[in-house]
């Protein structure tokens, strides 16, 4: 038994369908469903009464809920102690952009101020940090998206764009010269982020603004890394979307080219995660209150410069 199960089966109660449990734990329909099937398994029971159109808790599932709020409060409290005892190490989860390009700046600096906190980066996809953050896995995250978990404080901390990215070729200059139509350009062979990435989230509703059916893109690669993505690209493999920060140093060496997603506000906001109502350590309150005055978007318009 999971104790990410537990707060699903919760979740389900609370709000009062999958569907919601699913939005507020920022996870698929179908996992929340596979969870839900893990736990019954194990239990040896039927928590929930499913039909087609409805569902509802079993004489059983009420039972267990009693006992899964006690688990769950019992976590907290276990996490509560120990994190007290803890107050020196700090775990930050990160989505890429801000894991490659700001945070190893603003964590330099906090690093210099105190030097007796052992901190610990772990980059992965938005969904996955938002996760281990409700979790309680993880301490703090910056991610690219926000989720309706209502146990969860987002805060924004930085703005960065959305663009088109195409290979430095004769063929994408005279788009630029002569210009270019969104269409035109998204009728290439295209290049996503993996499912969970923020960046393809994001991207997905720009073109939904667009009418363009983010399902419908010639789809040649999946890929989990910005850095890989720009190497296919380079090579003519297709075009993607990506944070114009990602790829500002390729612009300027005339490797890859890159072209505004217009008709739409391609603006992208990264926000500060964590968990709310409940007890922070003093090391992520310091790291809360050290990033909410760090000028982001100063850095951002001085790495843009620079490169």
């Known amino acids: 038994m999971e104790l990410k199960q537990i707060q699903t089966f919760i979740t389900i109660v609370e709000w009062g369908s999958f569907s919601e449990a699913a939005n507020q734990l920022y996870l698929s329909q179908p996992t929340v469903s596979l969870h839900i099937k893990q736990l019954e398994n194990e239990l040896g029971i039927e928590l929930i009464s499913r039909t087609t159109k409805s569902h509802e808790l079993t004489s059983q599932g009420q039972e267990f809920y009693k006992y899964a709020q006690s688990l769950l409060k019992m976590s907290r409290n ?3 102690t120990f994190s007290q005892r803890n107050n020196h190490q700090l775990t930050i989860g990160a989505s890429s952009i801000a894991a490659s390009y700001l945070l190893p700046i ?4 906090f690093a210099k101020d105190n030097q007796q906190m052992r901190v610990s980066l772990h980059q992965s996809d938005t969904i996955e940090i938002i996760n281990d953050i409700a979790l309680g896995s993880l301490n703090i995250g910056i991610v690219g998206s926000k989720s309706m978990n ?8 930085f703005s ?9 070729t004769e063929e994408y200059r005279q788009y630029k010269k002569v210009g270019y139509s969104i269409s035109k350009l998204l009728d290439k062979p295209f290049i996503t982020r993996e ?3 923020g960046t393809l989230k994001e991207s997905a509703l720009i073109l939904r603004e667009l009418n363009i059916d983010p399902l419908k893109l010639n789809k040649v690669f999946e890929v989990n890394d910005n850095e890989t993505i720009k190497q296919f690209i380079k ?7 990506l ?6 140093p390729d612009v300027k060496h005339k490797e890859l080219l890159t072209f505004d997603i217009e008709g739409v506000d391609s603006t992208r ?3 500060l995660v964590y968990r709310k109502n409940t007890h922070l350590p003093e090391s992520v309150k310091n790291f809360i209150n050290y990033i909410r005055n760090y000028q982001l978007n100063f850095e951002i318009k001085k790495l843009m410069e620079d490169n």
Not at 106 to 109: G, I, K, M
Not at 150 to 157: A, I, P, R, V, Y
Not at 160 to 168: A, G, R
């Open 160 to 168: 960065d764009k959305l663009v088109i990215v195409t290979p430095y």
């Open 78 to 80: 276990i996490e509560t």
């Open 269 to 271: 906001n990264f926000y």
């Open 150 to 157: 209502s146990n969860l404080t987002f805060e924004k901390l």
């Open 235 to 241: 090579l003519g493999v297709g075009i993607s979307i």
């Open 106 to 109: 603003a964590l330099s600096e």
């Open 243 to 248: 944070s114009e920060l990602a790829v500002q």
């Open 195 to 197: 499912e969970g990435s």
